[in-house]
């Protein structure tokens, strides 16, 4: 299973910007998919989960300006009201469910998101 990332890029303070990822290859279901990012010189920091029955989960720093939400394969996560402390590389993931009941965490490639003046 692959899961590809899209839609980062360069945006200037206070603008918006809608990251994607959707996973691709042979598996039974996705569990819990969300996000993590890491900035230059810092570790991994949540940034938000949603479960499959579509229970999300926010780091305190995103909340009231990220949503997360997912359909079918993928996940999307739709970032506002951004500043430069949410400059990083994002990382989706995603809790896979393969034939035979084995569970295994994927990781899609980071995606660099940029806020600046």
């Known amino acids: 299973v692959q899961l590809q990332a899209s839609g980062g890029g360069q945006v200037q303070i206070g603008g918006s910007l809608r990251l994607s990822c959707t996973a691709s290859?042979?598996?039974?279901?996705?569990?819990?998919m969300g996000w993590l990012r890491q900035a230059p010189g810092n570790g991994r920091e949540l940034v938000c989960t949603i479960t499959s029955d579509g229970t999300s989960m926010y780091g305190d720093s995103v909340k009231g300006r990220f949503t997360i939400s997912r359909d079918k394969n993928t996940v999307y996560l739709q970032m506002n009201s951004l500043n430069p402390e949410d400059t990083a590389v994002y990382y989706c993931n995603a809790l896979i469910k393969y034939p035979g009941g084995k569970f295994v965490r994927a990781w899609g490639q980071g995606i660099q998101v940029t806020v600046s003046s």
């Open positions: 290859g042979r598996f039974v279901s996705l569990g819990v």
